[in-house]
């Protein structure tokens, strides 16, 4: 190995050290890769790049659909959609045994459509839906397990912004994106709905069988929630019928559901006030400023990486290993699920995607590059879901007990045991039938 490969190294090693320091994601990329690069080139080229850099990359084009995507989802959160959603799905499925639970990650579903982050989607759909399975005495652990899992469903029903951020490191398509994501979401929350279904046979004490709600009270509640399903057709049916694309689709987004909550407030006194608009627009600056952030860090990171020549010696060990393809993506995606446990969604996928994806774009899967770019990219959404869930961070789980302080944390990650084994089951599927993920987006080329 060369000295710039041992210098690259030595780098990814630090890299970890600090993250599990619990040093700043961005920070600790940029500052690994603005050491090794002026180690490798001299402290001039650093300079000489820095001049540039932030600008090149925030004025990326594609990147401008972040903070409209978020401000909707600041929007739906303060208008009270949660709410809606929820109270929508336990009017049908409250009644069934477990069924409030299932009628939670219908609601988690349903605001990830609007929201496109899991841990937005776990803080807001468990204030809403934790109080009422408390109420009908819920096993602790199995109500906490089920909202810290539905919580990760808002990483990949389109709109996702994790999901967006790939697609620009990678130069997917995005519209391509949200249509590769649409069914392997709604296969999630099919399993998550088998699971509570055979979880509250196999521990009937688990998940009680809730109150049956009277058909108008049912009608009510099912009419409020049509302004989440006229946002998510306006949005996401636009994009795919090539109405607009995802730019101008997260403006109408964020638009409307901001009118929306502006009426609400006028006629009944709830919604978006003054208040709730200002909150909205600091929160998504916030959020934007600190993903921007973890992408100027990461580009500085790549090109130490690539000075290196790291990847390619990464590619190459690979190549020589003679493992196949499906091995090699196994490996890829267990490391993600290490990783997991030390940094959230958002850098993982920053983070690593550049390091792997040039590792697998050139092996045969028997498919083209393009077909492998969204095929991958949905496999390592899934995954980073896990990481969500996973011990000993799993972010989703500290989310979900600083709602539920009286239930310890190892009993919320045994409430989400079934579902972490389930993910893996879906995880196995499309793998072994990468259909599921390319259907739709062949069928809407």
Sequence with gaps: MTAEGWTGLVGLAALLVLLALRIPIALAMATVGLVGIGALSGFGIVLYQLQDLAYAQFSIYDLSV???????GQFASRAGLSTDLFRGANAWLGRFRGGV???SIGACAGFGAVCGSSLATASTMGQVALPELRRLHYRPSFATGV????????????????????AVIVEANIVTMFAAAFIPGLLAVLLFMLTIAAYVRLFPG????GEKVPRRERWQATWRMLPVVVVF???????YFGLYNPIPAAAVGALLVGLYGVGLRIVTGTGLGYRGIRDALL?????????YLILLGAEILKIFFARSGLPILAADAVVASGLPPIAVLALILLAFIVLGCLMDSLSMIVLAIPFFWPVLAGMDFGMSLDDLKV?????????VELGLITPPVGLNVFIIHRLAEDVPVGDIFLGVAPFFLVELLRVALLCFFPGIVLFLPQVLA
Excluded: Q
């Design 206 to 209: 688990s998940g009680p069988i």
């Design 233 to 239: 057709g306006l949005v996401i049916g636009g994009i």
């Design 147 to 166: 909202l810290a899992a539905g919580g990760t469903l808002g990483i990949l029903i389109p709109p996702s912004v994790v999901l967006i951020v790939y």
């Design 101 to 103: 639970a299932m009628a």
């Design 283 to 291: 929160d998504t600056a916030t959020t934007t400023a600190m993903i």
């Design 66 to 72: 972040l903070p409209l995507f978020l401000l909707m």
């Design 375 to 383: 095929w991958f990219g949905i496999l390592a959404l899934v995954v």
